[in-house]
């Protein structure tokens, strides 16, 4: 075996007995925050989408929902800009609070 070889070797031994590696077994907090983000970032999509949905619809339909004014507006915001009521409701239904 070449030097090379033998080092890389130690190397790779002294890092499987030090390594600062995540094991499988994930934190509970962890996991957790992973589902809220998941959750958020959904949110976020389906706001997205109901935004588009707002550029599709004729005045007449806008009108009708007394969004004739602002409806380019709100399509044209960026996705991950979710009204705080949105993300609220999206937290009591988490807490299990149906407000």
Not at 31 to 37: F, V, W
Request: aromatic share 2%; proline share 4%; hydrophobic share 35%.
């Amino acid at each position: 075996m070449s030097g090379i070889v033998r080092a890389n070797l130690r190397r790779r031994d002294r890092l499987a007995r030090t390594s600062s590696l995540p094991s499988r077994e994930c934190p509970q907090g962890t996991a957790k925050g992973i589902a809220r983000l998941i959750r958020t970032i959904g949110l976020a999509l389906q706001v997205r989408r109901e935004r588009r949905m707002l550029l599709g619809m004729d005045a007449h339909m806008l009108k009708d929902l007394g969004l004739s004014g602002i409806a380019e507006t709100e399509a044209s915001r960026p996705f991950w800009d979710v009204p705080l009521e949105r993300l609220g409701a999206q937290a009591g239904r988490r807490c299990g609070r149906d407000d």
